[in-house]
């Protein structure tokens, strides 16, 4: 698949899980916590195949492209950030609903960044045919990440 497909399918996935999360009832502690327990292995393992995949390729480009990356790292640093202070908290924690809710903002406008000006860059650098092989290795590194974070 395509890497600007494949990204903007985690991204989808993700939004996904944030919409079941606003679905949820405020008191329904257990399905809160599944799911943020399913939005911290999507971010992490989409976070880490784009800093050690797609970001280089990029960043390669120099100029626009350390640019672009450079800010897309703050804002993973950030994501990360959050999603950490986010575990410590239990559900019924009053600080839970609030961080999350910050949380989903950070990674929406990220995503927001992502797709538009980054992915118009790669689209612009890169052949379809890279892109296509970019996307291969990026569903390489996840399903390495997956397996090693199930173990």
Do not use: C, W
Request: no cysteine.
């Amino acid at each position: 698949m395509d890497a600007l497909k494949l990204l903007k399918t985690d991204h989808a996935t993700v939004k996904s899980l944030f919409s079941k999360f606003d679905r949820t009832s405020r008191t329904d502690y257990d399905t809160r916590d599944e799911i943020l327990g399913q939005v911290r292995r999507e971010l992490q393992l989409h976070s880490r195949a784009e800093e050690e995949i797609f970001y280089p390729v990029l960043k390669a480009l120099n100029g626009e492209g350390q640019r672009l990356v450079s800010e897309a790292l703050k804002e993973h640093k950030d994501i990360d950030e959050l999603l950490m202070q986010i575990s410590r908290l239990k559900a019924t924690n009053k600080n839970f609903d609030e961080k999350f809710e910050t949380l989903i903002e950070n990674v929406e406008h990220h995503v927001e960044e992502e797709e538009g000006e980054m992915f118009q860059f790669a689209e612009e650098n890169y052949s379809p045919q890279q892109l296509e092989d970019i996307g291969r290795q990026i569903e390489e590194r996840k399903r390495f990440l997956d397996q090693q974070m199930a173990a």
